[in-house]
Every structure is written in structure tokens, then in C-alpha cells.
């Protein structure tokens, strides 16, 4: 069982900047694709940008290139989304996602969420 815990949300003004914070405990954290999803109001939840194990390999939402950058520290068992340049369409709650690759299976797991609101 792995649980996720998320951190760092809050309001700011556009153009401001957040970082997210994800800490994740049980099993072997270096081996998880972890993302972050966000969900903004009234609509469906959506990826916003992934890392594999080794961090070697990301990717991003084409609305966040370039302002948003993930990254994980696999000694401290943490991912986390640097946000800047925010705009009011990044309003959301955000949740941290793990994918843990089983020999036949891929378990996910999903944070409690954070919420972002970015005022104009």
C-alpha cells in the first residue's frame, strides 16, 4: 500500500508561482512513475506532468511547457511540481499519482489534493 500525501497549495496572483510537494510512503518509492492530475472546477480531471523512476524521463500537459516543472528526490521519497507563471486557468485542485508496476499489473494510488487557486 502506498500512501500520498500532497503540500504547497494555495492562492496566488497570476503570474505567480507555487511549488507542490508530494511525499510518499510504502513499498520502493524509486521505482514508481509518479504525475500530477488536476481537476478544475466543474470539469473532468486531467495530466498535467509525469517522471519515471530515475527522473531521467518527463512529461508535461502542452498548456505547462515551459512553466511548470516536475521533479522527485528518491532519497527523500518526494515529487513535487514547480509552478510559474500561473494563470487563472491553472485554478484546480491538484493530486500527486503513483503507478506501481507489478509483474502482471499496474496498481495506482492517488493523494487527498491541494488546492490552487490562481486569481487574476
Known amino acids: 500500500q502506498v500512501q500520498l500525501v500532497e503540500s504547497g497549495g494555495g492562492s496566488v496572483q497570476a503570474g505567480g508561482s507555487l511549488r507542490l510537494s508530494c511525499a510518499a510512503s510504502?513499498?520502493?518509492?524509486?521505482?514508481?512513475?509518479m504525475n500530477w492530475f488536476r481537476q478544475p472546477p466543474g470539469k473532468e480531471r486531467e495530466f498535467v506532468a509525469g517522471?519515471?523512476?530515475?527522473?531521467?524521463?518527463?512529461s508535461y500537459r502542452d498548456s505547462v511547457k515551459g512553466r511548470f516543472t516536475i521533479s522527485r528526490d528518491n532519497a527523500k521519497n518526494t515529487v513535487s511540481l514547480q509552478m510559474n507563471s500561473l494563470k487563472p486557468e491553472d485554478t484546480a485542485v491538484y493530486y500527486c499519482?503513483?503507478?506501481?508496476?507489478?509483474?502482471?499489473?499496474?496498481?495506482?494510488?492517488w493523494g487527498q489534493g491541494t488546492q490552487v487557486t490562481v486569481s487574476s
Open positions: 499519482h503513483a503507478e506501481v508496476y507489478g509483474s502482471t499489473r499496474t496498481t495506482t494510488y
Open positions: 517522471i519515471n523512476g530515475n527522473g531521467a524521463g518527463t
Open positions: 510504502g513499498g520502493t518509492f524509486s521505482s514508481y512513475g
